[in-house]
């Protein structure tokens, strides 16, 4: 069980383009979705909270308008980053928290290149 | 703020023993997580601590000191496949992650 899905795996798009991330639990209900943003050799680095039905947390020093989140049910989370530049070339990834302990389910993770 | 300290890098002989220190200081405390890393994936859960002590999951264990802010990941008879970038990770009280930059494991035959 706590299965968490992302897609696409891999993206490539052009600077100026538009990217969305799909993030799925698959056998669960995720009442929170976490989106992490990972740079070669550097730790997760925490973007946003997304919780069900309501608008995202952004941390601090993250662009809300250039990353946007919808969480618009209990299995499903987006992330389109727009906009893109070669600079948001990253490894995005995911997670879901149940509704009952602290731990978080990581989905796969998706490598965006912006050339 | 959060501030999660761990090695770089550690390097160990296949069969070995390694400890993994980690250090915190987070505002709000509910808990410390492992995780294993390889390279180009997400990380994969190995521990949860929240309370004082050792908690021993087959060949990886993991010790929690909530009064020092000190954890370790112990990982025993080490194997080739081992090598992997480890994370230590805080949970805070509104469920957040803060994650440490991550131990790199160099495991050698």
């Known amino acids: 069980g706590a299965v968490v899905s992302q897609h696409p795996s891999w993206v490539i798009c052009k600077s100026g383009t538009s990217v969305k991330i799909e993030c799925r639990s698959l056998?669960?209900?995720?009442?929170?979705m976490f989106w992490y943003r990972q740079f070669p050799k550097q730790s997760l680095m925490l973007m946003a909270t997304?919780?069900?039905?309501?608008?995202?947390?952004?941390e601090q020093g993250v662009e809300k308008d250039k990353f946007l989140i919808n969480h618009a049910s209990l299995t499903l989370s987006t992330l389109t980053v727009t906009s893109a530049h070669p600079e948001d070339s990253s490894f995005y990834i995911c997670s879901a928290r149940g509704k009952i302990d602290y731990e978080q389910y990581f989905g796969p993770g998706t490598r965006l290149t912006v050339t | 703020g959060q501030n999660i300290d761990q090695p770089t890098e550690m390097t160990a002989t296949e069969g070995a023993i390694v400890q993994i220190n980690c250090t915190y200081q987070t505002s709000g405390f509910n808990g410390l997580f492992w995780y294993q890393q390889h390279a180009g994936e997400a990380p994969t859960f190995l521990s949860y601590?929240?309370?004082?002590g050792l908690e021993e999951k087959g060949r990886f264990s993991s010790f929690l000191s909530r009064s020092k802010g000190y954890s370790y990941l112990l990982l025993k008879e080490l194997q080739m496949k081992d090598s992997a970038s480890y994370l230590c990770?805080?949970?805070?009280?509104?469920?957040?992650?803060?994650f440490g930059a991550g131990t790199t494991v160099t495991v050698r035959a």
């Open positions: 056998d669960f209900q995720a009442t929170t």
């Open positions: 997304s919780n069900e039905g309501s608008k995202a947390t952004y």
């Open positions: 601590n929240v309370l004082d």
């Open positions: 990770a805080a949970v805070s009280n509104d469920y957040k992650l803060s």
